[in-house]
């Protein structure tokens, strides 16, 4: 399976306040918890984590945990299957006991060929950001509102793909740093820049930089400019009279026959065919 393939089913979606301890259980389905406040100590597969505030703990079915409460703690928690080949089973599924557990109960037995770590146990502190789209996805879930559990599914599998690119990224330091870069070209670059200048702005070196923004975008750092540059000169072409030399220069192209060349290995046609296929001044 890869991660185009998620289309996950919720079965179970709700916020409270945990006060008791917890044996050692299974689970049938996977499991997504988010502590909003606390602390524990959680305990899977025989390995021992000290977990925050803030923190997104993500594991499959199968796999034997236990919570450790440090007095009251509040977690949003999330009962799923990654595909839809079960929903028919739509209730909650009850945890099972160590003692009574057997393997073949497992619902999905998923091996992910491009996010190997989802196949097994994710951890991720520092994910306050995504406690609003949690906060969503319950919501949608548990209020009955049109299409309620769908629009929670549908979220669900956009915050699956963003643990899945944090996994695969590395640490939040990288995402501050990507989104600083980023920020940087989104806001210069209609000037002339080097490698070299944006590296400076993070205090890398550009052939760091330009790995982090590979790994991030699936593009260089050159290109990734390139790519800004061209849509904000599409952009131009629909909304302005401008002549495609002005839009060529304000885009941040050091010539028309560059900007001509780099716009039509990113949309395919070259500027005047855009602007005469979308109805724009010619």
């Known amino acids: 399976m890869i991660i185009a393939d998620i289309n996950p089913f919720i079965r179970y979606a709700d916020s409270y306040?945990?006060?008791p301890a917890q044996p050692f259980s299974y689970a049938r389905d996977c499991r997504l918890f988010y502590l909003q406040s606390g602390s524990i100590t959680f305990h899977i597969d025989g390995q021992s984590h000290a977990i925050g505030d803030g923190?997104?703990?993500?594991?499959?079915?199968?796999?034997?945990?236990?919570?450790e409460l440090?007095?009251?703690?509040?977690?949003?928690?999330?009962n799923f299957d990654y595909t839809r080949a079960?929903?028919?089973?739509?209730?909650?599924?009850?945890?099972?006991?160590?003692?009574?557990?057997?393997?073949?109960?497992?619902l999905e037995a998923l091996a992910f060929e491009d996010c190997p770590a989802l196949s097994g146990f994710v951890c991720l502190p520092g994910m306050q950001g995504a406690e609003e789209e949690l906060a969503a996805i319950v919501r949608d879930f548990n209020e009955g509102r049109l299409l309620g559990r769908e629009a929670a599914c549908a979220r669900l599998k956009l915050l699956l793909t963003?643990?899945?690119?944090?996994?695969?990224?590395?640490?939040?330091?990288?995402?501050?740093?990507?989104?600083?870069v980023l920020a940087f070209l989104r806001e210069n670059y209609a000037r002339p820049l080097t490698n070299h200048e944006i590296a400076q702005i993070v205090n890398y070196h550009e052939f760091y930089v330009n790995k982090l923004i590979v790994r991030h975008t699936?593009?260089?750092?050159?290109?990734?400019?390139?790519?800004?540059?061209?849509?904000?000169?599409?952009?131009?072409?629909m909304t302005t009279d401008d002549p495609v030399s002005k839009i060529a220069e304000d885009c941040g192209f050091t010539s028309p026959a560059y900007f001509a060349d780099a716009f039509r290995r990113t949309m395919g046609v070259t500027p005047g065919e855009y602007r005469k296929q979308r109805g724009g001044a010619i």
């Open 17 to 19: 306040q945990f006060t």
């Open 55 to 67: 923190t997104l703990l993500l594991w499959r079915g199968g796999q034997c945990y236990r919570f």
């Open 70 to 78: 440090n007095g009251a703690v509040r977690m949003t928690i999330l």
């Open 86 to 106: 079960h929903a028919h089973l739509a209730d909650s599924l009850r945890i099972i006991g160590a003692d009574s557990f057997d393997p073949a109960q497992v």
């Open 162 to 180: 963003d643990i899945a690119r944090r996994v695969l990224t590395g640490t939040e330091k990288s995402d501050t740093t990507v989104e600083r």
């Open 218 to 237: 699936g593009m260089t750092l050159h290109r990734y400019l390139t790519h800004i540059r061209v849509g904000h000169a599409a952009r131009l072409l």
